[in-house]
């Protein structure tokens, strides 16, 4: 299963916070790689390249340049995670995307009861936020 990609970004010591979709953060320490893979070692003698990581159209991974990319399994797999205020909360896109819904289906959802406004979902503008914790009580695991 791909972990998709939300957000990353710079932090000091050649660190980086990794949002998922899956209402997930986790920090990943890029230092190992300066060794282990030569094309990382420019990235230690470059702050503000390091600063510049994006995360991939898709959300498959994060890259910098064309040369230097790390996959989405590679830092779920060895980012460690971290408590956040919004851990466990996620869109309306990424929900439907993970479990195979319509919107419309989360709409109706809330219009009849099962996903209740203010404790399984709210509403941020224009968007709409569902927690992980009642998408799995009332549509199983993804």
């Known amino acids: 299963m791909f972990h ?8 000091p010591e050649y660190k980086l916070s990794v949002q998922f979709s899956e209402g997930v953060t986790k920090i990943y ?3 190992p790689l300066f060794e ?3 094309a990382f070692a420019a990235l230690k003698n470059d702050q503000q390249e390091f600063s510049c990581v994006t995360v991939d159209v898709g959300g ?4 910098w340049n ?11 797999e060895n980012g460690v995670q971290v408590k956040t205020p919004f851990d466990g909360l996620m869109a309306f896109s990424d929900a439907t995307e993970l479990w195979g819904l319509n919107e419309s289906t989360l709409r109706k959802a ?3 009861g099962k996903l209740v406004n203010g404790v399984d979902v709210c509403k941020f503008g224009k968007q709409w936020v569902v927690s992980v914790s009642s998408m799995q009580r009332e549509y199983g695991n993804p």
């Open 4 to 11: 998709k990609i939300k957000n990353v970004s710079a932090l």
């Open 29 to 31: 320490d890029v230092k």
């Open 60 to 63: 498959y991974g994060i890259i």
């Open 36 to 38: 282990r893979i030569p």
């Open 66 to 76: 064309d040369d230097l990319d790390l996959s989405c399994d590679e830092l779920w």
């Open 110 to 112: 809330i219009a009849y």
